[in-house]
């Protein structure tokens, strides 16, 4: 019990202050793109745009912040691409995430500083992020290409939209009510012990063995 105790005040470091800068540089303007994105995309949304803005400014900024988005991600592969290799721990842990949604962590292979859903994520935004320059830069620039390939683009970008938009959403829910404990990594770069021996105990070894 006073094991338990002593743990829960110590303070691991997880994030440093560039990889956390990193994190809400890429984070802060994908927000407003999946906001302004969802307002442009679909009329039951276009209540959103108002609040970004309006109509016009949004689809603006949307371009920009696009931008913005771009270099977080460029900066994020170079920094976490290395980390989100997966290993063959990661494929039983992929094929019995049942175990995760249960609750019940202690039956999967341990984690490292990543779980396996963690750098499926990863790779969503790296491949997604590719998607949506590549597609965003013909939408920003019709006259440059065919008919075609432009609503091919369209397509894709909304393709892309729906899906790392559906990883986001469920981003947002894990690091936050979903695992109590971890939104301090991104805000403070910090995690108690207890949080990181029992999330991702392969970590929280390597950690301690410094
Ligand atoms: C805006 C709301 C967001 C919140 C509250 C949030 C929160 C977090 C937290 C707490 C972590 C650390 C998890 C840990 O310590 O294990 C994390 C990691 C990460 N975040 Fe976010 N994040 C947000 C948005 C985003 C967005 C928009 C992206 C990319 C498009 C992103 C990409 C990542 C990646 C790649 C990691 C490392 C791997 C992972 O933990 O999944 N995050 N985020």
């Given amino acids: 019990m006073e094991d338990v105790k002593n ?50 400014f949004s689809a603006w900024l949307h371009k920009w912040a696009g931008v913005v988005f771009t270099i977080g991600v460029l900066l994020m592969f170079l920094r976490w691409a290395k980390d989100f290799v997966l290993d063959s721990d990661d494929r039983i842990w992929l094929a019995n995430v049942k175990y995760y949604l249960k609750g019940e962590e202690e039956k999967l292979p341990e984690a490292g500083k990543y779980n396996a859903g963690q750098k499926l994520f990863g790779w969503m935004v790296f491949i997604g ?38 990883g986001f959403i469920v981003h947002l829910y894990m690091g936050t009510v979903g695992v109590p404990g971890s939104l301090s990594s991104m805000i403070t770069g910090k995690v108690s012990a207890l949080w990181a021996a029992s999330h991702h105990p392969k970590w929280f070894r390597e950690v301690m063995r410094k």
């Fill in 7 to 56: 743990l829960e005040e110590v303070e691991v470091e997880r994030f440093s202050a560039f990889d956390r800068f990193v994190h809400w540089l890429t984070a802060i303007p994908f927000v407003y793109l999946f906001l302004s994105g969802l307002g442009m995309y679909s009329p039951k949304f276009a209540w959103l745009l108002p609040f970004l803005g309006g109509r016009e």
């Fill in 129 to 166: 992020g590719a998607v949506f320059l590549i597609t965003g830069v013909v939408m920003w620039f019709p006259e440059t290409f065919s008919t075609t390939f432009v609503r091919l683009a369209i397509l894709l970008h909304e393709i892309t939209f729906v899906v790392v938009g559906a």
